[in-house]
């Protein structure tokens, strides 16, 4: 079975500072790793998604996130975060089939001027 | 384009009562997803719909869950009697095939009183 853990809940953050929001996961077979996005009111969007290949996968709105196979993480970075990156986000893994997520408990980023 | 739409934004409703949440998803996407977020976990996979077929229902917690897609186009899923522990928001996803990004619905918020 797999499972994903964000053990943050809460990441509060001034702007332009940078921000790394954790996410490791278990699976006994290899898997895709992705992070979505929730902005208040929206549905969840896709940042960035790893199938293979190069291990630092850059995504929408500045954000990357690097696999790392021996420590089973896929952690989301960015370098200066602003106002509007206040959201959710959530990490998710999906075997080769692609047909389910599971998702993590979620990060809510909380950028202050 | 529009996105994936799903209907009522939010309900609440008396335990015992019954509730229909309708997903329409992207124009000509065969794969229709629903998950559920209980208050502060997890999104949790219910089903995965090929067209009008059910793919994978392995996430569906019990007999009082039924998600229908007749014609292969809007899918609904109904709670019936709701109990309190169904309370939560319920997503829709479509994809135009399973590899493909999946695109989330703004989610139906149920609480159940």
């Not at chain 2, 569906?60 to 869950?65: A, C, Q, S, T, Y």
Request: aromatic content about 14%.
């Amino acid at each position: 079975a797999q499972s994903v853990t964000q053990l943050d809940s809460q990441v509060p953050v001034f702007e332009e500072a940078p921000v790394e929001l954790r996410c490791n996961y278990s699976s006994s077979v290899s898997v895709y790793l992705f992070w979505y996005v929730q902005y208040p009111n929206q549905g969840l969007q896709l940042l960035l998604k790893y199938l293979s290949g190069s291990t630092l996968v850059k995504g929408i709105n500045g954000f990357e996130a690097e696999f790392n196979k021996s420590q089973t993480s896929f952690h989301l970075r960015k370098p200066s975060v602003h106002i509007s990156d206040t959201a959710e986000y959530f990490c998710a893994v999906s075997k080769y089939n692609f047909n389910k997520f599971y998702f993590g408990s979620g990060t809510k980023l909380n950028v202050k001027p | 384009e529009a996105g994936v739409t799903q209907f009522p934004s939010h309900s609440v409703i008396e335990k015992g009562q019954t509730v229909t949440l309708r997903c329409d998803p992207i124009s000509g996407h065969d794969n229709l997803y629903w998950y559920r977020r209980v208050m502060g976990k997890e999104i949790k996979f219910l089903l995965h719909f090929v067209k009008e077929s059910k793919q994978d229902e392995s996430g569906m917690p019990n007999n009082r869950f039924l998600a229908e897609r007749t014609g292969g186009t809007y899918s609904t899923l109904k709670v019936q009697p709701a109990e309190l522990e169904d309370s939560g928001v319920y997503f829709c996803a479509s994809s135009q095939d399973v590899r493909d990004t999946i695109y989330f619905g703004e989610g139906s918020w149920l609480t159940v009183v």
